[in-house]
């Protein structure tokens, strides 16, 4: 063999010596970084053994927690539940229900409620058969208001109705034109308006929405104003924002019917009630709303 080949040889044997030892390199460093892979991985299922043991008691105790009899007051026969008792869906941590599994507690006498939908539940904040402006107990209890906080609610709206009223009686104006819902009515008629005064009644509404919000925070006031926004409407013209109309009709008798003397009252175009004296003529019951709007107007007999 010439001395080129074994040269030539010689090269080729120590080349593949060369990557024969580069990959058993690389084969032991792969096993090496595999190995540390097998490790971490055992860690992480240990670790997530431990997470699973630990949510699984954190359930159990959450399950007896929420299991564990609580003092209240019983049911009424109605099934309805009293407002006392109320309070405590307020102050529970995980009422009516199991958070974790999402699903309905038989265990406990309560239902979580988000506040988003607490205006839904009521139409009317007061209580008409007390008084204007009493709070409805349900909805007192419900947005968790102490005996305190309540009086400071009713306080704020009643000082607002009385400087309200007292500037309304002060816009009262006679007018030519009876409403629409009194035309019918055949008798001698007197009406009156009060035409929209929104900003002569921002003062007074700010005044308000300050004193809700001293007494029962921001986001309680703004739930308290959107469930009493119709009565606030009809109570306060929508703040001074819509007219107010309001019409005596004198008793008369027109073929052969007898039509009692009426008092008819408006929101903007839309009738908002109307009154009848009796026919032995005592008063009608005016509406609260508009009581000192017809005393201060209302012709004499």
Not at 138 to 158: D, H, N, S
Request: aromatic fraction near 8%; charged fraction near 25%.
């Amino acid at each position: 063999m010439s001395l080129s080949k074994i040269v030539i040889v010689g090269l080729i044997g120590v080349t593949a010596g060369v990557v024969l030892w580069s990959q058993r390199h690389r084969i032991a460093a792969a096993r090496t970084d595999l190995a540390r892979l097998q490790s971490a991985l055992r860690e992480a299922q240990e670790s997530t053994q431990q997470l699973e043991q630990s949510l699984a008691q954190t359930r159990a105790q959450l399950l007896e927690r929420q299991r564990a009899p609580r003092p209240m007051a019983p049911l009424p026969s109605a099934g309805v539940v009293p407002s006392e008792a109320i309070p405590e869906v307020l102050s529970s941590p995980f009422p009516g229900r199991d958070f974790i599994n999402e699903h309905w507690s038989e265990a406990v006498p309560f239902i979580e409620i988000d506040k988003r939908h607490l205006a839904g539940l009521f139409s009317m904040a007061f209580e008409p058969t007390v008084s204007e402006f009493t709070l409805k107990e349900q909805m007192a209890a419900l947005l968790g208001l102490t005996p305190q906080e309540r009086l400071a609610v009713e306080g704020a709206v009643t000082n607002f109705a009385a400087k309200y009223r007292e500037l309304e009686t002060t816009k009262l104006q006679e007018t030519e034109v009876p409403p629409a819902c009194a035309q019918e009515h055949p008798g001698a008629k007197k009406t009156f308006i009060v035409p929209p005064f929104p900003d002569d009644c921002q003062t007074f509404k700010r005044e308000l929405n300050q004193a809700l919000e001293e007494a029962v925070g921001p986001s309680r006031r703004d739930i308290f104003l959107q469930i009493a926004r119709d009565e606030f409407a009809r109570k306060f013209a929508d703040f001074g924002r819509l007219q107010r109309t309001l019409c005596f009709a004198e008793p008369v008798t027109q073929n052969g019917r007898d039509w009692r003397q009426t008092i008819y009252f408006c929101l903007d175009d839309r009738p908002e009630r109307e009154v009848s004296y009796s026919r032995d003529g005592k008063p009608a019951r005016i509406p609260q709303e508009w009581a000192h709007l017809v005393h201060y107007v209302e012709p004499t007999k």
